[in-house]
């Protein structure tokens, strides 16, 4: 009897299809995973930063470079031309106001002196002969007035004797008229007389205005010029050290040239250098810290320029309370700018992460510590050591702050 043979389900062959079809559709699933980016990377743990998320005390602030500065600086400039013939002191000597430093001499200048001296003395020459004789014709004047004046008197007493004896029939009538006469006529010399004295009067006084103006304005040329020709030396402004002195005896110096300057010691203040984009947010009165030999010192912004140049602006800072011991003129600082008062915010520390997200996302540890994950994130304000936290995280929150760059798009990695 013929025993019926059962066929096969699945013959080796459809067995080795399925296998093929599972392994296509594995690799598939495995290539699909790894261009969405949710693949997973095996990292060390020390090899990266972990940085647990905390609540603290924030104040924005930017790191910038300062040079220690005088208080005060007084540039020296040549405020007249000449050869310098010579030096009283060196760079670096410590003056006091008004002494002298270095003596130019300009022949020009100074044969200008003498033409200026002389020519006021000539002034001087001229209006003194011109007042003398302003007053001897004055003294003339007065002398012919009082000649008229004098006639003028014996005429009026001839007029009046001979009135009363006309009056008396004692003399003829010619000789009354004449006398008469002869007083009208004194009358006007007197007149005239008087007109003449006041009118000479008038034009010596304006005369001798006229020349006292004159050589006022002839001495005031000429002690001009003899502060130009003391402009030859060079004196201290004020007290204090006198630096970068650029002049060698024989020297051909140009007016306006910088001979150097000098610096107050009294004091210091800081010229801090600033991106421009902060431009903006800088103003007077916001302070700075920087750290000296393991002391907190505190810097006040006095002054903003606001002139850019090559992307960068400048203020100038002073100490605030005590000033570092030792502190030396042309000193580097690094100082931290606060741009914000303090506040209480949720912190996370800055790291190499910040280039390759923007502050978009992280990576944040797992609770047991085996892997982190990518979460978005949204980052404020920032100052030197953290970034602000205002979405995405929590205090007590792990996260991965170094560079991200080895990473690639894996969507997490596995602590080991």
Known sequence: MDVPIQKKKFSSKKLGLAAGIL?????????????????????EKERISIHTVSKDVFQENIPVNGIVLPITTIYLDA???????????EDGAMMKKGEPILRLSNTDLELSLVNQETSVYNLLTQMQISQNAARQNT???QNQFTDVENSLIEAK??????????????????DYESSENDYNYQKERMKLAEQVLSEDSISSKLEINQARDSYARTQSALELMRKKVGDLVVRAPIDGQLTSLDAEIGQSITKGTRLGQVDVTSGYKVRVDIDEHYISRIYNGQTGTFTLNGK????????????????????????????????????NLQIRVALSAEKEALLVAKGGFFQKTGGNWMFKVSEDGSTAYKVDVRLGSQNTEYYEVLEGLNPGDKVVTSSYDSFGDVEELILK
Not at 79 to 89: A, D, M, N, S, W
Not at 157 to 174: S, W
Not at 316 to 328: L, N, V, Y
Request: net charge positive; no cysteine.
């Open 23 to 43: 392994a296509i559709i594995a690799l598939i699933v495995y290539v699909i995973l790894q261009t969405s980016g949710g693949s997973k990377l095996n990292v």
């Open 79 to 89: 405020l007249e031309g000449g050869r310098v013939e010579e030096k009283f002191v």
């Open 139 to 141: 003294i003339n004047r």
């Open 157 to 174: 007493r001839v007029y009046d004797l001979n009135k009363r004896l006309y009056d008396k029939g004692a003399i003829g009538r010619m």
């Open 296 to 331: 907190t010192y505190t810097l006040v912004i006095k002054k903003v320029f606001t002139q850019v140049t090559n992307g960068r602006f400048q203020v100038d800072m002073k100490f605030e309370g005590e000033t570092p011991e030792g502190i030396r003129r042309g000193q």
